[in-house]
């Protein structure tokens, strides 16, 4: 085969530092926007971007040019850099140190769009870290609770 072909569709999630609500309605889409274009630097085509107070979800195409690792790295420390900026609110953003990525389905990639649009709905009655245990759950993943949180 003379061409490399991909298609990893991906839900990343992770929080703010101990998960603050730092992502108020004056900076929230705005910050959307900007991890979209973090992604779209790396090659990495953004479906949607979305969160709440707390967090943020990402969905997109992986680029075959770039890990996860390093991916995380840029959208974590640039966003982080970049909000620093848009007021004295903003000066003690920190991301969490970790994230959580997980591969989706490209046929149920409208379900995930419409999980992510949804964020304010889900967290009426559910915590960031109640609605990422359901998530490591429901891909299996096995973790260990004293070190998924900082």
């Known amino acids: 085969m003379s061409q490399s072909l991909s298609k990893i569709c991906t839900h990343i999630v992770f929080s703010t530092k101990y998960r603050q609500p730092l992502i ?3 900076i929230e889409n705005e910050l959307h926007r900007y991890l979209g274009g973090i992604c779209k630097k790396f090659e990495c085509l953004p479906i ?3 969160g709440h107070v707390d967090h ?4 997109c195409v992986l680029s075959r040019k770039i890990t996860v690792m390093k991916l995380l790295e840029e959208v974590k420390k640039t966003s982080s850099k970049w ?10 953003f920190y991301w969490q140190e970790g994230y959580g990525i997980f591969s989706v389905n490209p046929y149920e990639l409208q379900v995930v769009i419409k999980y992510i649009e949804n964020q304010k709905m889900h967290h009426e009655n559910r915590t960031f870290q109640d609605e990422y245990r359901g998530f490591l759950k429901k891909y299996n993943v096995e ?5 998924v949180w900082d």
């Open 24 to 26: 108020d309605e004056k």
């Open 48 to 50: 949607k971007v979305g």
């Open 56 to 59: 943020v979800h990402i969905l």
């Open 83 to 92: 909000i620093k900026t848009k007021g004295n609110e903003y000066a003690n």
């Open 143 to 147: 973790y260990d609770e004293r070190y």
